[in-house]
C-alpha cells in the first residue's frame, strides 16, 4: 500500500509539474468546472461555486479551513477573502505552491492563505486543527477516497463540515457499454487518474472513514432535471473545442520550438485535447460529472 501510495503521488506531482502553466494560460487559477448561471460570465459562475463552500463550512473571522489538493489557490483565496477565515492549502507539487504563493503575495491575502507542499493521504497537519474543510476535483486523484477522507477526518474538529466537489460517472453510465467505458478511460488517462468511480462509491467512502453524510447532490442537475452545460466552459460544441484546440496546437508548436515552452508541451497539450474531447462527450451525455457535491460532517463525542 505505501509502495503505491509513493507511485500515485510521484505520477501526480509530474502531471502537475507538466500542466499547470497550461491550466492557467486556458483557466486562469481555478482549475475547476462549475455549473453555468444565466446571465453570468465563467469567472462569475467560478465565485458562485466556491463562495457556496464557505458557507456550508461555516468559515469566518478567527477560524481556519483546508483545501485538500489547493493548485495554485484560485478557490482558497476566493474563500478566504469572502469569508476572512484563513485557509491552509496542500498539493503535491511545489511549482504550484510557488505560483499559489505568487498570487497570494500579490493580491494581499498571504495573511489569509498558506500553500503547502504534502501528499494529502498523509497530511503534515496535528490531529483536529481545522474548523473545516474541501476539496474541488481534487481528490479524484487518490488510490481509494477512504485514504484521503480519512486524513481530513483526522485533521477535523469535531462538529466541523467537509465539503467535495467530486470527479464521478452518474447513474446513466454503463460499465458493460463500450462506448462509456472509452470515454471514461481517456478522462483517466488525460488526468492522471488511478480511476473513475461513481457517486455512490463516493459517499460510502465518506460514511466508511466515520462521516455522516448530510447532503449528495449532483451540481450538474438543474431543477427541472436538465444539465447545467459544464462543459461550454471548454466549448459549447465539440466542433468548436476541435478548432480552439488547432489554433492552441499551432500557438504550443510555436512556443516549443522557440523555447519559450519546455520540450514535450506538446504531447501534453494534444493529450489535454484528447482528455477535452472526452469530457465534453461524457458531459453532454450525462455519463459523467465533475461537480458531485458531498456534504460530511465529523460529528461530536459525548
Given at each position: ?17 507538466l ?12 482549475f ?20 457556496r ?34 485557509v ?6 511545489q511549482?504550484q ?6 498570487h ?7 495573511h489569509l492563505?498558506?500553500p503547502?507542499?504534502?501528499?494529502f ?11 473545516g474543510?474541501?476539496a ?9 477516497l ?17 465539503v ?19 470515454i ?21 467512502a ?28 471548454l466549448?459549447?460544441?465539440l ?51 465533475p461537480m458531485?457535491?458531498l ?6 463525542t459525548?
Amino acid at each position: 500500500m505505501i509502495d503505491r501510495k509513493e507511485k500515485v503521488a510521484n505520477l501526480v506531482d509530474k502531471f502537475y509539474s507538466l500542466v499547470t502553466d497550461l491550466y492557467e494560460w486556458g483557466w486562469g487559477t481555478s482549475f475547476h468546472f462549475s455549473p453555468l448561471l444565466p446571465g453570468k460570465d465563467w469567472p462569475a459562475c467560478e465565485s458562485a461555486h466556491e463562495g457556496r463552500i464557505a458557507a456550508l463550512i461555516g468559515l469566518g473571522p478567527g477560524k481556519q479551513a483546508l483545501d485538500v489538493g489547493c493548485g495554485v489557490g484560485g478557490p482558497m483565496r476566493t474563500i478566504a477573502s469572502t469569508s476572512q477565515g484563513k485557509v491552509t492549502g496542500i498539493t503535491i507539487n511545489q511549482y504550484q505552491v510557488d505560483r499559489a504563493s505568487y498570487h497570494n503575495s500579490r493580491l494581499g491575502l498571504s495573511h489569509l492563505c498558506t500553500p503547502v507542499r504534502g501528499n494529502f493521504l498523509e497530511m503534515p497537519f496535528k490531529n483536529e486543527t481545522f474548523d473545516g474543510a474541501y476539496a474541488i476535483e481534487a481528490t479524484c486523484h487518490a488510490p481509494t477516497l477512504e485514504q484521503v477522507y480519512s486524513e481530513v477526518y483526522r485533521c477535523l474538529k469535531p462538529g466541523s463540515v467537509f465539503v467535495a466537489y467530486e470527479w464521478v460517472t452518474t447513474p446513466n453510465y454503463d460499465d458493460k457499454n463500450e462506448a462509456h467505458v472509452a470515454i471514461g478511460d481517456e478522462i483517466i488517462i488525460g488526468n492522471g487518474l488511478p480511476n473513475l468511480r461513481s457517486w455512490k462509491v463516493a459517499e460510502e467512502a465518506g460514511k466508511n472513514v466515520g462521516f455522516t453524510l448530510l447532503e449528495s447532490r449532483d451540481l450538474a442537475v438543474q431543477a427541472d432535471g436538465s444539465l447545467t452545460p459544464w462543459w461550454f466552459r471548454l466549448s459549447t460544441s465539440l466542433q468548436v473545442f476541435k478548432l480552439k484546440a488547432k489554433f492552441n496546437h499551432t500557438l504550443v508548436t510555436i512556443a516549443e520550438y522557440l523555447r519559450i515552452a519546455p520540450k514535450g508541451m506538446i504531447a501534453v497539450h494534444q493529450m489535454l485535447v484528447d482528455t477535452g474531447i472526452a469530457l465534453i462527450e461524457g458531459g453532454e451525455q450525462g455519463l459523467f460529472t465533475p461537480m458531485h457535491m458531498l456534504v460530511f460532517k465529523k460529528e461530536t463525542t459525548d
